[in-house]
Nanobody, 121 residues
Framework: QVQLVESGGGLVQTGGSLRLSCAAS??????MGWFRRAPGKEREFVAA????????FYADSVKGRFTISRDNARNTVYLQINSLKPEDTAVYYC????????????????WGQGTQVTVSS
């Protein structure tokens, strides 16, 4: 059974940090991405990482503050979020894509349920 489970969200003050985790099960050799949906807004791309060589992509709005990484032995991908801002408040979703094709705009095959990140000002 394919499953993605996010964790690590919570309430944090402006300037704080969080590390989100996404545990994958039921499949292997997949690219991973993080997305977020803020209240009243469309879902947006945040970051992605390749399973083949660790290549990463980031949205311009998070470059320098967010870091995506993965531990293939644990089938887990992480999103380190630093210098949080109120506009980072959103539900964060991880997603997976199988196969070799990897790009910033690639579609994804599987999605997690999301974890809430709330940044207080």
């Amino acid at each position: 059974q394919v499953q993605l489970v996010e964790s690590g969200g919570g309430l944090v003050q402006t300037g704080g940090s969080l590390r989100l985790s996404c545990a994958a099960s039921g499949f292997s050799n997949y690219h991973m991405g993080w997305f977020r949906r803020a209240p009243g807004k469309e879902r947006e791309f945040v970051a992605a990482i390749s399973w083949t060589d660790g290549t990463t992509f980031y949205a311009d709005s998070v470059k320098g503050r967010f870091t995506i990484s993965r531990d293939n032995a644990r089938n887990t991908v992480y999103l380190q979020i630093n210098s949080l801002k109120p506009e980072d408040t959103a539900v964060y979703y991880c997603a997976a894509r199988t196969g070799l094709y990897f790009s910033r705009t690639m579609s994804y095959d599987y999605w997690g349920q999301g974890t809430q990140v709330t940044v207080s000002s």
